[in-house]
């Protein structure tokens, strides 16, 4: 296995990075795929292969901008798999202003049962 897998930055997915030597998958930008199956579908094969031999040691970091219903919804089912197998630490990046950004990853830690850092960002000039 590769030790990066990236997913490159476009107009309507995030910036991918799962460096799985060091067990730290990194989210950032839009999330509107064409086909977010197919998308989450990549990353679940490394997280999951990754997990096979790491169990405990995976750090998560999402930094969304905008998300639309459907990959909300496959974002959730990832992080629910993802805490169901191992006991990662989940960081939800936010900028300071965006109310919405920071109910969402709360949202989603009452959705999965599981803590989330919320990290407030300052924003972006």
Do not use: C
């Not at 405990?56 to 993802?82: A, G, P």
């Amino acid at each position: 296995m590769d030790n990066k897998f990236i997913i490159p930055k476009t107009n309507k997915t995030p910036q991918v990075e799962f460096d799985s030597k060091k067990g730290i998958l990194f989210m950032q930008g839009k999330i509107i795929p064409e086909n977010p199956i197919e998308f989450f579908s990549q990353i679940n094969h490394h997280v999951d292969e990754y997990l096979k031999v790491n169990g405990d040691s995976l750090e998560i970091n999402i930094n969304l901008d905008y998300f639309n219903t459907v990959s909300s919804k496959m974002l959730s089912k990832f992080l629910q798999r993802v805490v169901s197998s191992s006991k990662p630490t989940l960081n939800w990046f936010y900028e300071k202003d965006d109310i919405e950004l920071k109910e969402a990853g709360e949202d989603y830690a009452s959705i999965i049962n599981y803590p989330i850092n919320l990290i407030e960002l300052e924003e972006e000039n």
